[in-house]
């Protein structure tokens, strides 16, 4: 199936440091999700974007919907300990119906007081 | 509250045993999901019903068998267990397409 890649896989960062994400694609998404999962939680919709270019903002996090449809990014910014977790990215396959979400690896942040 | 529920959070039984888990959200979303996480945290869709029709059927086992008796509930039973199954089972729903909401999530245990 449909593969998303995220990069980096993981991340050790300075409590108050930018923290940067990506999610690629070789098909092209209409939809771009993103989510964090806190530890021994489920995941929790912190972002969607329905259109190219789009950049979305939610308190420190900002999305952005790459222009060619293939990519999208997650920033946030001055990261505090609660951040820690995994953040997948997410979309519908070209191929699927339109309820249909295939995720990305994730990437889990560690954040360092 | 308003949210996704499932039961039991843990589950723990052996090999070959039947067991279901169940999830309820009273959100009045319209779909529902199953999904499976593995030790690796790879989210992997198995089935979705809307308004207790199944639309989402995935390569899973016929072994596992969702099960929605209204539009605010869907369960999930197995039936003859193995060590594979071990993983953590996710409940969702969405109230439209792509925008899933999550539960807390069941980890079954078998041994």
């Known amino acids: 199936g449909q593969q998303l890649n995220q990069s980096p896989q993981s991340m050790f960062i300075q409590e108050g440091e930018d923290v940067s994400m990506n999610c690629t694609s070789s098909?092209?998404?209409?939809?771009w999700l993103w989510y964090k999962q806190d530890p021994g939680e489920g995941p929790v919709l912190l972002i969607a974007?329905?259109?190219?270019?789009e950049l979305t903002s939610n308190g420190r996090l900002t999305a952005q919907f790459g222009i060619t449809r293939k990519d999208s990014f997650l920033n946030i910014s001055a990261s505090i300990p609660s951040d820690v977790g995994i953040y997948f990215c997410?979309?519908?396959?070209?191929?699927?119906?339109?309820?249909?979400?295939?995720f990305g690896k994730g990437t889990k942040l560690s954040v360092i007081p | 509250d308003t949210a996704v529920s499932q039961t039991p959070k843990y589950l723990v039984t052996q090999m070959g045993n039947d067991k279901s888990i169940k999830c309820e959200q009273n959100?009045?979303?319209?779909?529902m999901y199953w999904y499976k996480q593995d030790s690796k945290k790879f989210l992997k869709i198995m089935f979705s019903?809307?308004?207790?029709?199944?639309?989402i059927n995935e390569t899973v086992p016929n072994r596992f068998s969702p099960k929605s008796p209204d539009k605010a509930h869907l369960n999930l039973h197995i039936n003859s267990l193995e060590l594979g199954d071990s993983a953590v089972y996710f409940c969702?729903?969405?109230?439209?397409?792509?925008?899933?909401?999550f539960g807390p999530g069941t980890r079954l245990t078998v041994t």
């Open positions: 969702a729903s969405s109230p439209a397409p792509y925008e899933q909401y």
């Open positions: 098909s092209i998404f209409n939809t």
């Open positions: 974007l329905y259109k190219a270019g």
């Open positions: 997410a979309g519908p396959p070209p191929w699927a119906g339109s309820y249909q979400l295939t």
């Open positions: 959100l009045g979303h319209d779909t």
């Open positions: 019903y809307n308004n207790k029709e199944l639309i």
